[in-house]
């Protein structure tokens, strides 16, 4: 589901400190800013397992389940258009 209003994410250096990758952080968070919960426990493969997937997991891509979650809600676009090239087109109103 799209989150209504606006997303703040706070960027702390805990995760760090304790050794998992800050991209991996990043695009978490933003996966949440995206709608996307939490899916704990989970394996690496998923991005939204977070932390679940260990300091060594350092994939900071979505799977395809969770694209599909984001296409599904931001996929038409504004215009009820989709880009040719295959990347997914994020929009804000
Ligand atoms: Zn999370």
């Not at 919960?37 to 260990?54: E, Q, R, T």
């Not at 038409?76 to 880009?83: N, S, W, Y």
């Amino acid at each position: 589901m799209r989150p209504s209003g606006r997303v703040t994410a706070w960027m702390g250096r805990a995760g760090t400190a304790e050794g998992y990758d800050a991209v991996r952080i990043a695009a978490h968070g933003l996966g949440h800013s995206l709608g996307l919960p939490d899916a704990k426990p989970g394996p690496c493969s998923s991005l939204m397992s977070g932390s679940a997937g260990g300091v060594n997991c350092t994939d900071p891509y979505p799977d395809a389940s969770e694209r599909s979650r984001v296409e599904a809600d931001y996929g038409a676009g504004p215009t009820g258009g989709r880009p040719s090239d295959g990347q997914l087109l994020v929009d804000r109103a």
